[in-house]
């Protein structure tokens, strides 16, 4: 079976149920409109944060190389999550709260590929890629 997603050492250690959850991200999908909404809550959250929490929040959305203009290349930021022994893969929304976890005890972050719609730029009640990727 060929692999549709960019794998690393710490994925490539996940067992086979997991890895069912795994899918490409896709980043050629994302739509100019997209890529807007990321730029539109981010700079949101950034400019709240920067009031509100600690400074290692900020200081640590800059060393993963998230930047707020776009929406990150989550396989991208491996090369920075492996120096601290993590990845990220990309899921398809929900996935069993077992299974969530289970990536967690991997080091493995789950992060859904799906962006919120315009229609609900200020919360969405399913997990995306703001939420999870920044959040």
Known sequence: MEQEFESNE?????PAHLKQFIKPQNYEDYTPINQAVWRYVMRKNVEYLSQVAHSSYLDGLKQTGISIDHIPNMYGMNRILKEIGWAA????GFIP???FMEFQAYNVLVIASDIRQLDHIEYTPAPDIIHEGAG
């Open 89 to 92: 893969v990309a899921v398809d």
């Open 97 to 99: 709260p077992a299974a």
């Open 10 to 14: 710490i994925i490539d250690r996940l």
